[in-house]
C-alpha cells in the first residue's frame, strides 16, 4: 500500500503545475536520491511538517512544496500527513476541489480520529462557508486537554476565524488572547490589528512578544514591515537585522529571501509620531544559535514577483502588474456579475474570482450614466447554482437588518474568502436624500465596493457603493461622522436590464452564518489592470 500512497502523492503534486506555482516538481530519480535521503534523514517527519504549515501561513508557497517534498515518507501515515499539508497548502490558495481531494486521500491513510485530519476538514468547512459544521468539530478537538500545542493552537486560529467570517472581529480577538500564547497567535491578532487600521497596538503588542521571544524571526519581520508602514525607518532597520540574525542562525533559506523582499520595500512617507508615542525596539545579545529546521526550503519568488497577500488561483496577471479590485456577485444564471463602475471604468484587463474555485475573464457589457453600477458578462460562465436569482431580490427599508459580503482589505484580511458585516438599513435615502441610495451602519472598507447588501431572509437589497470622503467632510463642514456607508438600491439593475422579480411570499429569517454559506459562492472579488 506504501508504494500505492506515495504514487498518488505524486500525482497530486504534478497538479500544482496547473495553478502556476514555479516550483520543480520533478521525478527523483536515484542520482539525487542520496541527497533527499540525508536530508531526511536530519529532519524530525513532525518537525519537517510544522515548518511547511509555517511557511504556508507566510505565503511562501514554493518553498512550503520543496520542503512537503522532502518531507519523511517512510510509512502510509506520514505521506497521509503531507497530505494534509497539501489540503492546508491548496485552502490558502482557494483551491477548495483540490483541497478535498487532498484531505480525501489523507483519510484513507489515517484514521477518522486523527487531529490533524480533523483540523483541515476543519478549515475546508469554513472556506466553503459551512461555519455550524466547522465550530461543531472545533469545539469537539478543544475538548482534548492532551492535545500538541500546534493542534490547540490550530483550535484557536481557526475558531477566530470562523468569527471573522461573519464579522465577529471582537469575538475573534478574545479568542485569540484566550488561547496558548505563542508566535502563531500573537501574529494573527497582529492581523486583526491592521484589519482596523491600529498599526500602534500591532506594533506595542509585537514589540513586547519579541522581548520575551527574541529567536522569533517572524514576528521582527513584521515588525519591520509595520515600522516600515509608519515611515519609521530607524526601527525598521534594526529590526530587519534581528530577523536576518535570527533566520542564519536557523539556515532558513525561505525567509532570508523573506529579508531581502522587506528589506527592498520602500519607506512609507509619513510624518512620524511623536517621541513619547514612539515604542523603541529592543536589541538583545544573540543568543545560542537554535537548531537548523528540518528541511532546506527553495529560493522563494523573487521581490517583484512576491507578493505577501493570500491569492486563491492565481489571476493571470504578468508579475508586477498594478492591479485594482472590488468586489462583486453573480447573476443571470451565472453569465453577468454585477459590480460599481469606478471598480472597472479605468481596467483593460477583468477577471472576477469566487472563493469556491470559479474564475473567468470578463467584459464591460454597460455601465451606468447615472449609477455607480456596471454589468460584466463572464467568458465562463459560473455554474447556475452560485447565481443570485432574479427572486432573491428585495427592498431596502428602514431599521432592516442587512449584511454586506464582499472582499475588502485584502493585504490583511486575505483574498480567498470573502468577509460579512452585519448592521441595519439607517435611512432610505443617501446624500442629500438622493433617492437612489440608501444609508446603512454596516462597515465597509476599500474593496467593499460592488459587493452585496443582504438582509436578514436572504434577499440582496442593494449594491455595496462606500462611505463618505471623511477628510472632505472635515474640511468642509468641521464634524467628523462615526461610520457612514451608502448602497445602491437593488431596483436601479432594471435599467441595466438585469431582471427583478421579488418572491410573492416571505422568505424566513437566515442567522448570519446561514446568509455567509448561501452567499460565498455568489459574491466575486474583481480585479482589474
Given at each position: 500500500?506504501?508504494q500505492?500512497a506515495?504514487?498518488?502523492l505524486?500525482v497530486?503534486?504534478?497538479?500544482?503545475?496547473?495553478i502556476?506555482?514555479?516550483?520543480s516538481l520533478?521525478?527523483?530519480?536515484?542520482?539525487n536520491a542520496?541527497?533527499n535521503?540525508?536530508?531526511?534523514?536530519?529532519?524530525?517527519?513532525?518537525?519537517?511538517?510544522?515548518?511547511?504549515?509555517?511557511?504556508?501561513?507566510?505565503?511562501?508557497?514554493?518553498?512550503?512544496?520543496?520542503s512537503?517534498?522532502q518531507?519523511p515518507?517512510d510509512?502510509?501515515?506520514?505521506?497521509?500527513e503531507?497530505?494534509?499539508?497539501?489540503?492546508k497548502?491548496?485552502?490558502a490558495l482557494?483551491n477548495?476541489?483540490?483541497?478535498?481531494?487532498?484531505?480525501?486521500?489523507?483519510?484513507s491513510l489515517?484514521?477518522n480520529?486523527t487531529p490533524r485530519?480533523?483540523?483541515?476538514?476543519a478549515?475546508?468547512h469554513?472556506?466553503?462557508?459551512?461555519?455550524v459544521?466547522?465550530r461543531?468539530?472545533?469545539?469537539?478537538l478543544?475538548?482534548d486537554a492532551?492535545?500538541?500545542q500546534?493542534i490547540?493552537?490550530?483550535?484557536?486560529?481557526?475558531?477566530?476565524?470562523?468569527?471573522?467570517?461573519?464579522g465577529?472581529?471582537?469575538?475573534?480577538q478574545?479568542?485569540?488572547?484566550?488561547?496558548p500564547?505563542?508566535?502563531?497567535?500573537?501574529?494573527?491578532?497582529v492581523?486583526?490589528?491592521?484589519?482596523?487600521?491600529n498599526?500602534?497596538q500591532?506594533?506595542?503588542?509585537?514589540?513586547?512578544?519579541?522581548?520575551a521571544?527574541?529567536?522569533?524571526?517572524?514576528?521582527?519581520l513584521?515588525?519591520?514591515?509595520?515600522?516600515?508602514?509608519?515611515?519609521?525607518?530607524?526601527?525598521?532597520?534594526?529590526?530587519?537585522?534581528?530577523?536576518r540574525?535570527?533566520?542564519?542562525?536557523?539556515?532558513?533559506?525561505a525567509?532570508?529571501?523573506?529579508?531581502?523582499?522587506v528589506e527592498g520595500?520602500?519607506?512609507a512617507?509619513?510624518?512620524?509620531?511623536p517621541?513619547?508615542?514612539a515604542?523603541?525596539?529592543?536589541?538583545p545579545?544573540?543568543?545560542p544559535?537554535?537548531?537548523?529546521?528540518?528541511?532546506?526550503?527553495?529560493?522563494?519568488?523573487?521581490p517583484?514577483?512576491?507578493s505577501?497577500?493570500i491569492?486563491a488561483?492565481?489571476f493571470?496577471?504578468?508579475?508586477?502588474?498594478?492591479?485594482e479590485?472590488?468586489s462583486?456577485?453573480?447573476v443571470?444564471?451565472?453569465?453577468?456579475?454585477?459590480t460599481?463602475?469606478?471598480v472597472?471604468?479605468?481596467?483593460?484587463?477583468?477577471?472576477?474570482?469566487n472563493s469556491?474555485?470559479?474564475?473567468s475573464?470578463?467584459r464591460?457589457?454597460?455601465?451606468?450614466?447615472t449609477?455607480?453600477l456596471?454589468v460584466?458578462?463572464?467568458?465562463?460562465?459560473?455554474?447556475?447554482e452560485?447565481?443570485?436569482a432574479?427572486s432573491?431580490?428585495g427592498?431596502?427599508?428602514?431599521g432592516?437588518s442587512?449584511?454586506?459580503?464582499?472582499?475588502?482589505?485584502?493585504?490583511?484580511?486575505?483574498?480567498?474568502?470573502?468577509s460579512?458585516?452585519?448592521?441595519i438599513?439607517?435611512?432610505?435615502?443617501?446624500?442629500q436624500?438622493?433617492p437612489e441610495?440608501?444609508?446603512?451602519s454596516?462597515?465597509?472598507?476599500?474593496?467593499?465596493?460592488g459587493g452585496?447588501?443582504?438582509?436578514?431572509?436572504?434577499?440582496v437589497v442593494?449594491?455595496?457603493?462606500g462611505k463618505?470622503?471623511?477628510v472632505?467632510?472635515?474640511?468642509?463642514?468641521?464634524?467628523?461622522?462615526?461610520?457612514v456607508?451608502f448602497?445602491?438600491?437593488?431596483?436601479?439593475?432594471?435599467?441595466?436590464?438585469?431582471?427583478?422579480?421579488p418572491?410573492?411570499?416571505?422568505?424566513?429569517e437566515?442567522?448570519?452564518?446561514?446568509?455567509?454559506?448561501?452567499f460565498?459562492?455568489?459574491?466575486?472579488?474583481?480585479?482589474?489592470?
Amino acid at each position: 500500500m506504501m508504494q500505492n500512497a506515495l504514487a498518488r502523492l505524486f500525482v497530486f503534486l504534478i497538479g500544482f503545475f496547473a495553478i502556476g506555482l514555479q516550483a520543480s516538481l520533478a521525478v527523483q530519480t536515484d542520482n539525487n536520491a542520496a541527497t533527499n535521503t540525508a536530508t531526511s534523514a536530519a529532519a524530525n517527519s513532525a518537525q519537517a511538517l510544522a515548518y511547511a504549515s509555517g511557511l504556508i501561513e507566510d505565503g511562501l508557497y514554493e518553498a512550503a512544496l520543496a520542503s512537503l517534498r522532502q518531507a519523511p515518507m517512510d510509512s502510509d501515515a506520514q505521506v497521509g500527513e503531507v497530505f494534509l499539508e497539501m489540503a492546508k497548502l491548496y485552502a490558502a490558495l482557494g483551491n477548495t476541489a483540490r483541497a478535498l481531494d487532498a484531505v480525501d486521500q489523507a483519510r484513507s491513510l489515517l484514521p477518522n480520529s486523527t487531529p490533524r485530519l480533523q483540523i483541515e476538514q476543519a478549515r475546508l468547512h469554513i472556506v466553503v462557508g459551512n461555519l455550524v459544521h466547522a465550530r461543531s468539530m472545533l469545539s469537539a478537538l478543544a475538548g482534548d486537554a492532551d492535545a500538541p500545542q500546534q493542534i490547540a493552537e490550530d483550535v484557536v486560529l481557526l475558531r477566530a476565524r470562523a468569527q471573522l467570517a461573519v464579522g465577529g472581529l471582537a469575538a475573534a480577538q478574545a479568542a485569540l488572547q484566550a488561547g496558548p500564547q505563542g508566535e502563531r497567535l500573537t501574529l494573527e491578532q497582529v492581523r486583526l490589528f491592521e484589519s482596523q487600521n491600529n498599526t500602534k497596538q500591532a506594533k506595542d503588542l509585537l514589540t513586547g512578544f519579541v522581548k520575551a521571544s527574541p529567536d522569533s524571526g517572524r514576528s521582527w519581520l513584521k515588525l519591520t514591515e509595520l515600522y516600515k508602514a509608519s515611515g519609521q525607518a530607524q526601527e525598521a532597520g534594526e529590526a530587519l537585522a534581528q530577523a536576518r540574525r535570527v533566520f542564519n542562525a536557523q539556515k532558513d533559506a525561505a525567509r532570508l529571501q523573506e529579508v531581502k523582499r522587506v528589506e527592498g520595500m520602500a519607506v512609507a512617507k509619513v510624518k512620524p509620531p511623536p517621541p513619547q508615542a514612539a515604542v523603541p525596539v529592543p536589541t538583545p545579545a544573540p543568543p545560542p544559535a537554535p537548531p537548523a529546521p528540518p528541511v532546506a526550503a527553495a529560493p522563494a519568488p523573487t521581490p517583484q514577483a512576491k507578493s505577501p497577500t493570500i491569492i486563491a488561483q492565481p489571476f493571470p496577471f504578468p508579475p508586477g502588474t498594478k492591479v485594482e479590485t472590488g468586489s462583486g456577485f453573480v447573476v443571470d444564471s451565472g453569465r453577468r456579475v454585477i459590480t460599481n463602475r469606478h471598480v472597472v471604468e479605468n481596467s483593460t484587463e477583468i477577471y472576477v474570482r469566487n472563493s469556491l474555485g470559479n474564475l473567468s475573464r470578463v467584459r464591460i457589457e454597460s455601465m451606468s450614466k447615472t449609477d455607480d453600477l456596471a454589468v460584466l458578462v463572464l467568458q465562463e460562465p459560473f455554474p447556475a447554482e452560485r447565481a443570485v436569482a432574479a427572486s432573491q431580490f428585495g427592498p431596502a427599508r428602514a431599521g432592516a437588518s442587512i449584511a454586506v459580503l464582499g472582499f475588502p482589505l485584502i493585504n490583511i484580511l486575505g483574498s480567498v474568502t470573502p468577509s460579512i458585516t452585519n448592521g441595519i438599513v439607517i435611512k432610505e435615502t443617501g446624500m442629500q436624500d438622493a433617492p437612489e441610495m440608501f444609508q446603512l451602519s454596516a462597515k465597509m472598507n476599500k474593496g467593499n465596493s460592488g459587493g452585496a447588501v443582504v438582509d436578514s431572509r436572504g434577499r440582496v437589497v442593494g449594491i455595496a457603493m462606500g462611505k463618505l470622503d471623511i477628510v472632505k467632510i472635515m474640511q468642509g463642514d468641521g464634524f467628523l461622522p462615526e461610520d457612514v456607508n451608502f448602497a445602491i438600491h437593488i431596483k436601479r439593475l432594471s435599467g441595466l436590464g438585469v431582471p427583478i422579480q421579488p418572491a410573492s411570499h416571505q422568505p424566513t429569517e437566515l442567522s448570519l452564518e446561514e446568509i455567509y454559506q448561501r452567499f460565498i459562492g455568489s459574491v466575486v472579488m474583481v480585479a482589474g489592470r
